[in-house]
Protein backbone atom coordinates (compact mmCIF):
# COMPACT_ATOMS: atom_id res chain seq x y z
CA UNK A 1 0.00 0.00 0.00
CA UNK A 2 0.75 3.52 -0.54
CA UNK A 3 1.00 5.22 2.42
CA UNK A 4 0.25 9.32 2.81
CA UNK A 5 1.46 11.63 5.37
CA UNK A 6 -0.08 14.59 5.87
CA UNK A 7 1.26 17.51 7.97
CA UNK A 8 0.47 19.23 10.63
CA UNK A 9 -2.14 17.08 11.97
CA UNK A 10 -3.59 20.56 13.43
CA UNK A 11 -2.85 23.99 12.95
CA UNK A 12 -5.01 27.48 14.10
CA UNK A 13 -4.80 30.56 11.82
CA UNK A 14 -6.35 33.92 11.60
CA UNK A 15 -8.49 35.21 8.78
CA UNK A 16 -6.62 36.48 6.03
CA UNK A 17 -3.42 34.64 6.57
CA UNK A 18 -1.47 32.31 4.03
CA UNK A 19 -2.39 28.50 4.91
CA UNK A 20 0.05 25.67 3.65
CA UNK A 21 -0.82 21.90 4.36
CA UNK A 22 1.62 19.47 3.29
CA UNK A 23 1.14 15.74 2.05
CA UNK A 24 3.85 12.78 1.51
CA UNK A 25 3.55 9.74 -0.69
CA UNK A 26 5.71 6.51 0.36
CA UNK A 27 6.60 6.51 -3.35
CA UNK A 28 6.34 8.30 -6.04
CA UNK A 29 2.71 8.49 -7.20
CA UNK A 30 3.26 11.07 -10.42
CA UNK A 31 0.78 13.85 -10.14
CA UNK A 32 -1.92 11.13 -9.12
CA UNK A 33 -2.75 13.47 -5.92
CA UNK A 34 -6.37 14.89 -4.05
CA UNK A 35 -7.38 17.46 -2.20
CA UNK A 36 -11.06 16.92 -0.25
CA UNK A 37 -12.57 19.33 2.48
CA UNK A 38 -14.66 18.09 5.10
CA UNK A 39 -17.06 20.33 7.37
CA UNK A 40 -18.01 19.30 11.15
CA UNK A 41 -20.57 16.68 10.35
CA UNK A 42 -20.80 16.51 6.74
CA UNK A 43 -19.39 14.19 3.76
CA UNK A 44 -15.66 15.57 2.55
CA UNK A 45 -15.88 17.48 -0.58
CA UNK A 46 -13.46 17.65 -3.58
CA UNK A 47 -11.57 20.89 -3.55
CA UNK A 48 -7.98 19.78 -6.36
CA UNK A 49 -7.53 16.42 -8.56
CA UNK A 50 -4.61 15.94 -10.28
CA UNK A 51 -2.33 17.62 -7.91
CA UNK A 52 -3.15 21.27 -9.06
CA UNK A 53 -6.54 21.13 -11.28
CA UNK A 54 -9.30 23.07 -9.20
CA UNK A 55 -12.55 21.85 -9.54
CA UNK A 56 -14.63 24.21 -10.79
CA UNK A 57 -16.70 26.46 -8.48
CA UNK A 58 -13.80 26.24 -5.55
CA UNK A 59 -12.69 29.45 -4.82
CA UNK A 60 -9.54 30.52 -6.32
CA UNK A 61 -7.94 31.17 -2.91
CA UNK A 62 -7.22 27.10 -3.09
CA UNK A 63 -4.19 25.97 -5.26
CA UNK A 64 -2.22 22.87 -4.80
CA UNK A 65 1.08 22.01 -6.11
CA UNK A 66 3.64 18.77 -6.15
CA UNK A 67 4.74 15.66 -7.47
CA UNK A 68 6.15 12.57 -6.96
CA UNK A 69 5.88 12.09 -3.39
CA UNK A 70 5.80 16.03 -1.90
CA UNK A 71 2.88 17.43 -2.16
CA UNK A 72 0.55 21.05 -0.84
CA UNK A 73 -2.54 22.84 -0.52
CA UNK A 74 -2.30 26.13 -0.12
CA UNK A 75 -5.16 28.86 0.95
CA UNK A 76 -3.62 31.86 0.04
CA UNK A 77 -6.34 33.96 2.11
CA UNK A 78 -7.90 32.18 4.80
CA UNK A 79 -11.34 32.63 5.35
CA UNK A 80 -14.15 32.17 7.75
CA UNK A 81 -16.32 29.34 6.30
CA UNK A 82 -12.52 27.49 5.35
CA UNK A 83 -13.35 25.87 8.96
CA UNK A 84 -12.93 22.08 8.52
CA UNK A 85 -10.36 18.95 8.33
CA UNK A 86 -8.25 18.62 4.76
CA UNK A 87 -7.31 15.31 3.83
CA UNK A 88 -4.80 14.28 0.71
CA UNK A 89 -5.66 10.80 -1.52
CA UNK A 90 -3.68 8.91 -3.96
CA UNK A 91 -5.59 7.73 -6.94
CA UNK A 92 -1.94 6.45 -8.26
CA UNK A 93 -3.37 2.95 -7.35
CA UNK A 94 -5.19 0.81 -5.11
CA UNK A 95 -5.96 0.77 -2.25
CA UNK A 96 -6.60 3.90 -2.89
CA UNK A 97 -5.45 5.51 0.29
CA UNK A 98 -5.94 8.65 2.70
CA UNK A 99 -4.15 11.09 4.74
CA UNK A 100 -4.76 11.41 8.25
CA UNK A 101 -6.02 14.71 7.71
CA UNK A 102 -5.23 18.40 8.98
CA UNK A 103 -7.51 19.61 11.33
CA UNK A 104 -7.61 23.69 10.67
CA UNK A 105 -9.10 26.23 13.26
CA UNK A 106 -9.71 29.82 13.01
CA UNK A 107 -7.81 31.88 15.73
CA UNK B 1 -28.06 14.76 -11.26
CA UNK B 2 -26.49 12.00 -9.58
CA UNK B 3 -26.79 10.92 -5.86
CA UNK B 4 -26.44 8.18 -3.66
CA UNK B 5 -27.65 7.51 -0.53
CA UNK B 6 -26.93 5.02 1.95
CA UNK B 7 -29.30 3.09 4.73
CA UNK B 8 -28.23 0.45 7.05
CA UNK B 9 -28.76 -1.23 10.55
CA UNK B 10 -27.23 1.45 12.14
CA UNK B 11 -26.55 -1.25 15.05
CA UNK B 12 -25.12 -4.14 15.15
CA UNK B 13 -23.48 -7.00 17.87
CA UNK B 14 -19.31 -8.23 17.38
CA UNK B 15 -19.31 -11.44 15.52
CA UNK B 16 -22.29 -10.59 13.32
CA UNK B 17 -22.31 -9.98 9.46
CA UNK B 18 -23.61 -6.64 8.35
CA UNK B 19 -24.43 -5.22 5.60
CA UNK B 20 -24.94 -1.72 3.77
CA UNK B 21 -26.85 -0.15 0.79
CA UNK B 22 -26.25 2.67 -1.28
CA UNK B 23 -29.23 3.37 -3.79
CA UNK B 24 -27.79 5.43 -6.98
CA UNK B 25 -30.31 7.94 -8.55
CA UNK B 26 -30.23 10.22 -11.37
CA UNK B 27 -28.16 7.36 -13.07
CA UNK B 28 -27.73 4.51 -14.02
CA UNK B 29 -25.30 1.94 -11.67
CA UNK B 30 -24.29 0.12 -15.43
CA UNK B 31 -22.91 3.36 -16.18
CA UNK B 32 -18.96 2.76 -17.69
CA UNK B 33 -18.35 6.83 -16.15
CA UNK B 34 -18.15 5.79 -12.81
CA UNK B 35 -16.77 3.00 -9.94
CA UNK B 36 -18.97 2.30 -7.17
CA UNK B 37 -17.29 2.68 -3.91
CA UNK B 38 -17.10 2.69 0.59
CA UNK B 39 -15.04 5.17 2.20
CA UNK B 40 -15.22 5.16 6.08
CA UNK B 41 -14.28 7.16 8.60
CA UNK B 42 -14.23 6.13 12.56
CA UNK B 43 -15.18 8.42 15.47
CA UNK B 44 -12.52 11.49 15.42
CA UNK B 45 -10.55 9.63 12.93
CA UNK B 46 -9.51 10.59 9.47
CA UNK B 47 -10.50 8.79 6.31
CA UNK B 48 -10.22 5.11 5.19
CA UNK B 49 -10.50 3.17 1.85
CA UNK B 50 -12.45 0.36 1.77
CA UNK B 51 -13.31 -1.14 -1.86
CA UNK B 52 -14.33 -0.33 -5.41
CA UNK B 53 -16.58 -2.34 -7.93
CA UNK B 54 -17.13 -1.45 -11.36
CA UNK B 55 -20.00 -1.74 -13.95
CA UNK B 56 -18.02 -4.92 -15.25
CA UNK B 57 -17.65 -6.18 -11.61
CA UNK B 58 -14.35 -5.40 -11.54
CA UNK B 59 -13.46 -5.19 -8.04
CA UNK B 60 -10.69 -3.62 -5.47
CA UNK B 61 -10.20 -3.98 -1.68
CA UNK B 62 -8.04 -2.83 1.05
CA UNK B 63 -5.80 -5.35 1.80
CA UNK B 64 -6.07 -4.76 5.64
CA UNK B 65 -10.11 -5.51 5.00
CA UNK B 66 -10.31 -8.06 1.70
CA UNK B 67 -11.00 -10.90 4.18
CA UNK B 68 -14.16 -9.78 5.99
CA UNK B 69 -15.43 -7.29 3.04
CA UNK B 70 -17.58 -8.05 -0.34
CA UNK B 71 -18.84 -5.15 -2.27
CA UNK B 72 -21.76 -6.07 -5.19
CA UNK B 73 -24.05 -4.39 -7.59
CA UNK B 74 -28.18 -4.38 -8.13
CA UNK B 75 -28.66 -3.67 -11.79
CA UNK B 76 -32.41 -4.54 -11.13
CA UNK B 77 -32.93 -1.81 -7.56
CA UNK B 78 -29.98 0.68 -9.18
CA UNK B 79 -28.09 -0.25 -5.89
CA UNK B 80 -25.00 -1.45 -4.77
CA UNK B 81 -23.54 -2.94 -1.52
CA UNK B 82 -21.05 -3.52 1.01
CA UNK B 83 -21.13 -6.37 3.73
CA UNK B 84 -18.82 -6.88 6.64
CA UNK B 85 -18.40 -9.82 7.90
CA UNK B 86 -17.23 -10.71 11.99
CA UNK B 87 -17.53 -6.81 12.95
CA UNK B 88 -15.61 -5.67 15.89
CA UNK B 89 -16.14 -2.44 17.95
CA UNK B 90 -13.35 -1.43 15.47
CA UNK B 91 -15.28 -1.60 12.47
CA UNK B 92 -17.81 1.32 14.49
CA UNK B 93 -17.55 4.47 11.62
CA UNK B 94 -19.68 6.55 9.61
CA UNK B 95 -19.60 4.88 6.39
CA UNK B 96 -20.04 6.70 2.91
CA UNK B 97 -20.93 5.68 0.32
CA UNK B 98 -18.97 6.94 -3.30
CA UNK B 99 -18.69 7.13 -7.08
CA UNK B 100 -15.19 7.42 -8.44
CA UNK B 101 -14.49 8.33 -11.82
CA UNK B 102 -14.04 5.41 -13.84
CA UNK B 103 -10.94 7.17 -15.42
CA UNK B 104 -9.17 8.34 -12.55
CA UNK B 105 -10.44 7.20 -9.35
CA UNK B 106 -11.40 10.77 -8.25
CA UNK B 107 -14.09 10.75 -5.75
CA UNK B 108 -16.46 13.89 -7.00
CA UNK B 109 -19.62 12.18 -5.75
CA UNK B 110 -20.20 11.36 -1.83
CA UNK B 111 -23.40 10.06 0.24
CA UNK B 112 -24.19 11.74 3.62
CA UNK B 113 -22.65 9.15 5.48
CA UNK B 114 -24.60 6.26 7.52
CA UNK B 115 -22.95 5.53 11.07
CA UNK B 116 -23.21 1.71 11.88
CA UNK B 117 -22.50 1.43 16.02
CA UNK B 118 -20.76 -2.27 16.58
CA UNK B 119 -21.55 -3.04 20.17
CA UNK B 120 -22.48 -5.60 22.56
Known amino acids: DIQMTQSPSSLSASVGDRVTITCRAS??????LNWYQQKPGKAPKLLIYAASSLKSGVPSRFSGSGSGTDFSLTISSLQPEDLATYHC?????????FGQGTKLEIK | QLQLQESGPGLGKPSETLSLTCTVSGASISSNNYYWGWIRQPPGKGLEWIGS???????YYSPSLKSRVTISVDTSKNQFSLKLTSVTAADTAVYYCAAPYNWNHVVDLWGQGTLLTVSS
Open chain 1, 89 to 97: QQSHSAPYT
Open chain 2, 53 to 59: ISYSGTT
Open chain 1, 27 to 32: QSISSY
